[in-house]
């Protein structure tokens, strides 16, 4: 909501004007706002009002403990990645516990890293384990569907990306220096059938 008054101009009664502002300046008594140059300026503020709590008792040891990152998708469930278990737990939009998926380990469906992960058309889900150097995809339901071997040497956090159409991208250096270091980061698209697709190199700004 506007909470700001009309501005108080130079001359005019105003106790809490501060002392020192420049003549041209207007003073919002009520939102204590400086604008300079006849400008006028209001304060808007907004309350964060809690909708949903997701939390594990003091003595639920089942629950996670390490939130690395959370997705939701398009039906409102939460798809929240633990750290300290490497795993996945599946909330649907009222906060209750759909299942559990995965665990830490390099077997299908296991994981040790969370480097970016998307919801996916249907909702389906993809997470990026850099330490095993795969994409783990998994069905609507939290089943695991299948892996994409991705080279080890380079990881990131946030690394995997989705657009409207529903392509994935992965972050990775696609541009290297001439003494061989890594270069610039570029988004590479992983097709549905695991092979690279496009790649999207940012441009040279120097």
Known sequence: MDVGG??????????????????????????????????????????LVQELSI???????????????????RAGRFWVFDQSTSSIFLFDAKGALVRHIGRRGGGPGEMTSDNGSVVLQGDRFAIWDAQNARISWFAQNGAFERSTVIS?????????????????????????????????????EIRPDGSFGDTLTPPDLK
């Open 152 to 188: 080890k040497g380079f990881y990131t956090f946030g690394g995997l990306k989705t657009d409207r159409t529903g392509a994935v991208f992965i972050t990775l250096p696609v541009v290297r220096n001439p003494d061989g270091r890594l270069g610039r980061l570029g988004l590479i």
């Open 55 to 73: 939390a594990p008792g003091a003595d639920d040891t089942t629950l996670f403990t390490n939130v690395n990152g959370f997705k939701v998708d």
């Open 6 to 47: 009309p501005p108080v101009r130079e001359g005019s009664p105003s106790p809490s004007r501060p002392t020192g502002l420049p003549p041209s300046s207007h003073y919002c008594a009520r939102c204590r706002s400086i604008a300079p140059g006849g400008a006028t300026r209001t304060a808007r503020i907004h309350k």
